[in-house]
C-alpha cells in the first residue's frame, strides 16, 4: 500500500468504524428511514491514483441481494454477519458479484475491504466523452468518482443512507454529497472530512481537487433552518465565488416559495477539471471552462438546484420514465424565459418544435422509454417534449392549481421513488378532474400531431366566423389557439377544443375578421407546417441519418481535419457521401469545402449561392443552410484555407440553432436564423 495510504488509514480504522457502527445500530428505525446503510471510509492519493477503502454495509431485513464493485480493484477482505455470502464473485460486464442472502430479522452486516488503482484524469474530454465513459479518475487537477464507476461496494438497485470519511494528502479537498461532519488539515495527516446523507440516496459520487474553499450561511425562507453554502473552486477561478453562493442564495429562496422547503442542510458548487456538468443532491459539479461563463449563473445553476426537488429530492421511477429533467427544464430554464418576457419564452417554445421538427422517426421515443440524456435526440425528448407536456398542462388546470399540485407533489413524494403515475394521480387529486387521456396520449405516442386550419369563411348577415380544424391521425385531444386579426387591427384568441380528425367551429365576432392565425405563440406541442419552420444548422448535427459530403478531392490533410469537424458537429462518425446526391433523397446532407469548390458544386447541384446578405470578404468561413426543393436540408460551411477550416472544430458546434455563421479565425462576426412564417389563412366573406 502507498505510505500515504498506510498512515492515514490505520490512524483512522478504528476510531470511524466504531463511530459509525454505533450510529447505525443506534438510530431508531423509522417508516421513512433507509433499509441500508453505508459506512465508507476511503483515502485517495492523486498522486499514485491509489485508493484504499473500507465499508460497512448495514442491511435492516433480510433477503437476496447482489453486492457490486468494479473489477478494477481488489477486495482485501471480506466478511458477513448474519448473511450467507458466495467468497468467489462472479465476473459480467466489468464488475465483481456477489450473491447474498440472509432470513426476516436483521439487523445485517458486511464488512469489506477494497484498494485499488484510478484511471488517469484527461482533461481534454468534452462533457459527452465523460458522460459516455463513467470510470474513477484522478490526477493533481481533480479526482472524480462517478456512482455509475462502481467504485465502492454497493448493493444493486437498492437505495440507502450512508456516512463517508474521506482522506487526501495536504492541499488537496473533497466531498461527497451530504451534510458535513467535520474537517480539518495539515501537512502530516492530510484533508480529512466526514459527510454523512440521512435520507434515502440512489448512489455515492466523489469529487477532490486543489480547492479553495469560500463558504456562506443562508436562512430557510420556510423554516427556522440555516443553510450552509460552499464554493469548492479551483484557485484561477476563485474569485468568482461570491457571485456563486449569492445567485444559489436566490435560487433557495425561489424554489421554496415556489415549491417547499429546501430538503437538505447545505448546498454547494463544485469546480470540475473537464467541461461537464452534473447535479447530485446539496451539490452541482460543473467545468471550470463552464463555471467562467459569464450567463451560468442565470440559468444552469438554476437547473441543478431545482434538481435538489426534483430528481435528487423526489426520485424519478426509471422503469416507467424519467420525468424529472423535464419538470426541472420547466421551473427552471423555461421559467427564466417567461421571467425575461413573453418573446423570449415564446422562442424557448419554438426552439422545442423546432428541435422536434429535425429528429428522424427511428430517433423518436415515448416520454415512458426516456430514462437519462445520452445524446441530443434524447434530450430533445425527454427534456423538451416532457417540459411542454407541464407547459400544456398549466394551461390546461390554470397557473394557481397547476402550482398547488405541485406543491402537493412535493410533500406527498419527497425522498419517494416516484412514477408519471403518481403525478398524474397528485394534479388529478388538485384539480378534481381526469386527467388519463391528457397523460396518456403525451406519454405512450412517439410523433406529434399536425394542424391545420382548412377554411375560414364569414358570413356578413349573421356576424358569425366559421372554422375548420384539421389534425394527422392519430388523434389527439387539444385545447388550440387561434388567433383572429380584424381588418381594424385588432385581435383576439379563441381556444377550440379538437378531438377529432376534422371539426368545425362557429363563433360570433363583433368586428370584421381579416385572417386567422393558428397556435402563433406555439402552445401546442405539435409538428410545425413547412413555412413555420426555417433550416438551421442543428439539423444535420441532430438527425441521425445525416450524410457528409467533403469537398477535398486531393487535399488529404484538410480533408482530415474536415472529417474531424463533421464529427463533432454530429457527435459520432459521420457518414461521408462518396457518389452525387440524389435530389429526391430526403436525408439532410452537410457539405465542406473551401469558398471555390462549394460555389463550383452549388452551380453544379442547381442550388442557390451563398445568400448576399451573409457574404463577407473578411470572412475566413461560412456556414449556412438551404432548404432543398423537396424539403430537405443542405448545411453548408465554406472555408477560406484549411488553416481557417482547423479553427471551426470547437466553435461551430455551438451554433446549431442559428440558420447562418461567420466567422473570422475563431470569431463570429455574424450569425441568424433565416424568417419563418406562421400559419395564416386569409378570411373568406360570405353574404
Known amino acids: 500500500m502507498n505510505k500515504f495510504l498506510r498512515r492515514v488509514f490505520a490512524a483512522r480504522h478504528i476510531k470511524e468504524c466504531l463511530l459509525v457502527l454505533?450510529?447505525?445500530?443506534?438510530?431508531?428505525?423509522?417508516?421513512?428511514?433507509?433499509?441500508?446503510?453505508?459506512?465508507i471510509t476511503v483515502a485517495i492519493d492523486p498522486a499514485s491514483r491509489q485508493l484504499q477503502g473500507r465499508s460497512i454495509i448495514t442491511v435492516a431485513q433480510g433477503g437476496h441481494f447482489e453486492l457490486m464493485l468494479s473489477r478494477r480493484f481488489k477486495v482485501t477482505a471480506l466478511r458477513a454477519v448474519g448473511f450467507r455470502i458466495a467468497q468467489e464473485a462472479a465476473h459480467q460486464r466489468g464488475l465483481q458479484?456477489?450473491?447474498?442472502?440472509?432470513?426476516?430479522?436483521?439487523?445485517?452486516?458486511?464488512?469489506?475491504?477494497?484498494?485499488?488503482?484510478?484511471?488517469?484524469?484527461?482533461?481534454?474530454?468534452?462533457?459527452?466523452?465523460?458522460?459516455?465513459?463513467?470510470?474513477?479518475?484522478?490526477?493533481?487537477?481533480?479526482?472524480?468518482?462517478?456512482?455509475?464507476?462502481?467504485?465502492?461496494?454497493?448493493i444493486a438497485g437498492?437505495?440507502?443512507?450512508?456516512?463517508?470519511?474521506?482522506?487526501?494528502?495536504?492541499?488537496?479537498?473533497?466531498?461527497?454529497?451530504?451534510?458535513?461532519?467535520?474537517?480539518?488539515?495539515?501537512?502530516?495527516?492530510?484533508?480529512?472530512?466526514?459527510?454523512?446523507?440521512?435520507?434515502?440516496?440512489?448512489?455515492?459520487?466523489?469529487?477532490?481537487?486543489?480547492?479553495?474553499?469560500?463558504?456562506?450561511?443562508?436562512?430557510?425562507?420556510?423554516?427556522?433552518?440555516?443553510?450552509?453554502?460552499?464554493?469548492?473552486?479551483h484557485p484561477s477561478i476563485a474569485d468568482l465565488a461570491d457571485d456563486y453562493l449569492e445567485s444559489v442564495k436566490h435560487y433557495i429562496h425561489l424554489y421554496e416559495r415556489w415549491i417547499g422547503e429546501y430538503p437538505y442542510s447545505e448546498f454547494?458548487?463544485?469546480?470540475?477539471?473537464?467541461?461537464?456538468?452534473?447535479?447530485?443532491?446539496?451539490?452541482?459539479?460543473?467545468?471550470?471552462?463552464?463555471?467562467?461563463?459569464?450567463?451560468?449563473?442565470?440559468?444552469?445553476?438554476?437547473h441543478e438546484v431545482l434538481h435538489n426537488w426534483w430528481g435528487n429530492g423526489v426520485y424519478p421511477d426509471y422503469a416507467s420514465g424519467n420525468w424529472s429533467e423535464g419538470l426541472t427544464t420547466f421551473m427552471a430554464d423555461y421559467a427564466y424565459k417567461e421571467q425575461e418576457s413573453d418573446e423570449a419564452a415564446r422562442d424557448m417554445r419554438l426552439d422545442w418544435l423546432r428541435d422536434f421538427n429535425l429528429l428522424a422517426p427511428s430517433q423518436d421515443q415515448p416520454l415512458l422509454a426516456f430514462t437519462s440524456r445520452t445524446h441530443a435526440a434524447s434530450k430533445i425528448v425527454g427534456y423538451n417534449k416532457a417540459a411542454m407536456l407541464f407547459f400544456m398542462l398549466r394551461d390546461l388546470l390554470g397557473e394557481a392549481t397547476f402550482d398547488r399540485a405541485i406543491r402537493t407533489l412535493w410533500q406527498q413524494q419527497r425522498f419517494r421513488v416516484t412514477a408519471w403515475q403518481d403525478i398524474q394521480r397528485v394534479f388529478e387529486t388538485v384539480s378534481g378532474r381526469s386527467l388519463d387521456h391528457f397523460f396518456s396520449q403525451w406519454l405512450k405516442r412517439t410523433g406529434a400531431p399536425a394542424l391545420q386550419i382548412s377554411q375560414a369563411t364569414y358570413s356578413r348577415s349573421e356576424q358569425r366566423l366559421s372554422l375548420m380544424l384539421k389534425q394527422t391521425a392519430p388523434v389527439y385531444d387539444l385545447r388550440v389557439p387561434i388567433l383572429v386579426r380584424s381588418q381594424s387591427g385588432a385581435e383576439e384568441t379563441l381556444f377550440l377544443d379538437l378531438g377529432a380528425e376534422s371539426q368545425s367551429y362557429q363563433r360570433v365576432l363583433s368586428e370584421l375578421p381579416k385572417e386567422v392565425v393558428l397556435d402563433p405563440d406555439f402552445r401546442v406541442f405539435r409538428q410545425l407546417a413547412a413555412d413555420e419552420t426555417v433550416p438551421i444548422l442543428r439539423e444535420v448535427m441532430v438527425n441521425q441519418t445525416t450524410r457528409t459530403l467533403l469537398l477535398f478531392p486531393h487535399q488529404a490533410a484538410a480533408?482530415?481535419?474536415?472529417?474531424?469537424?463533421?464529427?463533432?458537429?454530429?457527435?459520432?462518425?459521420?457518414?461521408?457521401?462518396?457518389?452525387?446526391?440524389?435530389?429526391?433523397?430526403?436525408?439532410?446532407?452537410?457539405?465542406?469545402?473551401?469558398?471555390?469548390?462549394?460555389?463550383?458544386?452549388?452551380?453544379?447541384?442547381?442550388?442557390?449561392?451563398?445568400?448576399?446578405?451573409?457574404?463577407?470578404?473578411?470572412?475566413?468561413?461560412?456556414?449556412?443552410?438551404?432548404?432543398?426543393?423537396?424539403?430537405?436540408?443542405?448545411?453548408?460551411?465554406?472555408?477560406?484555407?484549411?488553416?481557417?477550416?482547423?479553427k471551426l472544430g470547437r466553435a461551430l458546434p455551438h451554433y446549431g440553432r442559428q440558420s447562418y455563421v461567420v466567422f473570422s479565425g475563431p470569431a463570429v462576426i455574424d450569425r441568424g436564423v433565416w424568417p419563418m412564417r406562421p400559419q395564416v389563412l386569409p378570411v373568406q366573406f360570405l353574404p
Do not use: C
Open 158 to 233: 437498492a437505495l440507502a443512507s450512508y456516512q463517508v470519511d474521506l482522506t487526501l494528502p495536504y492541499g488537496q479537498r473533497g466531498l461527497v454529497a451530504g451534510r458535513l461532519l467535520n474537517e480539518s488539515e495539515s501537512e502530516l495527516e492530510g484533508y480529512q472530512a466526514g459527510f454523512v446523507f440521512q435520507q434515502p440516496a440512489e448512489g455515492i459520487a466523489l469529487m477532490a481537487g486543489p480547492y479553495t474553499i469560500s463558504s456562506a450561511t443562508l436562512q430557510s425562507a420556510a423554516s427556522n433552518k440555516t443553510l450552509s453554502l460552499r464554493t469548492y473552486f
Open 559 to 646: 480533408y482530415r481535419v474536415a472529417y474531424e469537424l463533421a464529427g463533432r458537429m454530429q457527435g459520432r462518425e459521420p457518414e461521408i457521401e462518396r457518389s452525387p446526391i440524389a435530389m429526391d433523397d430526403e436525408r439532410p446532407v452537410l457539405v465542406v469545402g473551401l469558398g471555390s469548390q462549394v460555389d463550383d458544386w452549388l452551380v453544379q447541384q442547381g442550388l442557390p449561392a451563398m445568400p448576399a446578405e451573409i457574404r463577407q470578404e473578411s470572412a475566413s468561413a461560412h456556414a449556412w443552410t438551404v432548404r432543398r426543393p423537396n424539403g430537405a436540408t443542405l448545411a453548408i460551411v465554406a472555408v477560406k484555407d484549411e488553416a481557417s477550416l482547423s
Open 268 to 302: 454547494s458548487v463544485v469546480s470540475s477539471p473537464t467541461p461537464t456538468g452534473f447535479g447530485m443532491p446539496t451539490l452541482t459539479y460543473l467545468g471550470v471552462s463552464v463555471l467562467r461563463l459569464p450567463f451560468i449563473r442565470m440559468t444552469s445553476l438554476g
Open 97 to 154: 458479484i456477489w450473491q447474498l442472502t440472509a432470513g426476516k430479522d436483521g439487523p445485517f452486516r458486511i464488512e469489506i475491504d477494497w484498494q485499488g488503482e484510478l484511471a488517469v484524469l484527461d482533461t481534454s474530454l468534452d462533457h459527452a466523452q465523460t458522460l459516455g465513459r463513467p470510470i474513477p479518475v484522478t490526477g493533481a487537477e481533480g479526482t472524480f468518482l462517478p456512482n455509475a464507476a462502481i467504485w465502492y461496494p454497493q
Open 22 to 39: 454505533m450510529l447505525s445500530v443506534s438510530m431508531p428505525v423509522m417508516a421513512e428511514q433507509p433499509a441500508m446503510h453505508y459506512a
